[in-house]
T-cell receptor, first 114, second 115 residues
Framework: AQSVTQLGSHVSVSEGALVLLRCNYS??????LFWYVQYPNQGLQLLLK??????LVKGINGFEAEFKKSETSFHLTKPSAHMSDAAEYFC????????????FGKGTLLTVNP | DAGVIQSPRHEVTEMGQEVTLRCKPI?????LFWYRQTMMRGLELLIY????????DSGMPEDRFSAKMPNASFSTLKIQPSEPRDSAVYFC?????????????FGPGTRLTVL
């Protein structure tokens, strides 16, 4: 069965600092991996996805994530945090094929301090 | 271009009452998902429709919950009777083909409070 663990329910950074949000997955087959962002009182929006092509995936708003099979990780990074990045971030995994289901992590709330 | 539309945005009701949540997916999308988000359990898939047909309702918590998709542009999630533990944010999402690599587009959600 697929599962996702997001380390750290709350991450706080200063504006301009590196953002690192951690995600580890469990899957019995090569997975598809996703990062979604949720701004207050809004639905989730796709940031980026890994679908077995390049292991370094670039997304919107300057975010990127690297798929590391040996570490079963898909951490999200951004070199320089902006105030507008404050939101909740969700990592999700799917085993693909006929399995359309996304299994979401519990989320990481990112706070950006001025 | 309109995204996924959900109504109402907020619903407050009393235990035992019937609640109906509504969703209009993005035009041309043939897959629709209903999710529930709570602090304790996170984001959970309740039911998945493809071409208006329910494919997987294994996430529906119990018989009090039902969902329909009478046509490609409308879906409802009904809770009858409602209970306080149903309080959550309910999201509807749609995707083009329902394949896992498709992007799911989420609506703004309905925040349900059952007193």
């Amino acid at each position: 069965a697929q599962s996702v663990t997001q380390l750290g329910s709350h991450v706080s950074v200063s504006e301009g600092a590196l953002v690192l949000l951690r995600c580890n997955y469990s899957s019995s087959v090569p997975p598809y991996l996703f990062w979604y962002v949720q701004y207050p009182n809004q639905g989730l929006q796709l940031l980026l996805k890994y679908t077995s092509a390049a292991t370094l995936v670039k997304g919107i708003n300057g975010f990127e994530a690297e798929f590391k099979k040996s570490e079963t990780s898909f951490h999200l990074t951004k070199p320089s945090a902006h105030m507008s990045d404050a939101a909740e971030y969700f990592c999700a995994v799917s085993e693909g094929g006929s399995n359309y289901k996304l299994t979401f992590g519990k989320g990481t709330l990112l706070t950006v301090n001025p | 271009d309109a995204g996924v539309i959900q109504s109402p945005r907020h619903e407050v009701t009393e235990m035992g009452q019937e609640v109906t949540l509504r969703c209009k997916p993005i035009s041309g999308h043939n897959s629709l998902f209903w999710y529930r988000q709570t602090m304790m359990r996170g984001l959970e898939l309740l039911i998945y429709f493809n071409n208006n047909v329910p494919i997987d309702d294994s996430g529906m918590p119990e018989d009090r919950f039902s969902a329909k998709m009478p046509n490609a542009s409308f879906s409802t999630l009904k809770i009858q009777p409602s209970e306080p533990r149903d309080s959550a944010v309910y999201f509807c999402a749609s995707s083009l083909l329902g394949q896992v690599t498709d992007t799911q587009y989420f609506g703004p959600g309905t925040r349900l409070t059952v007193l």
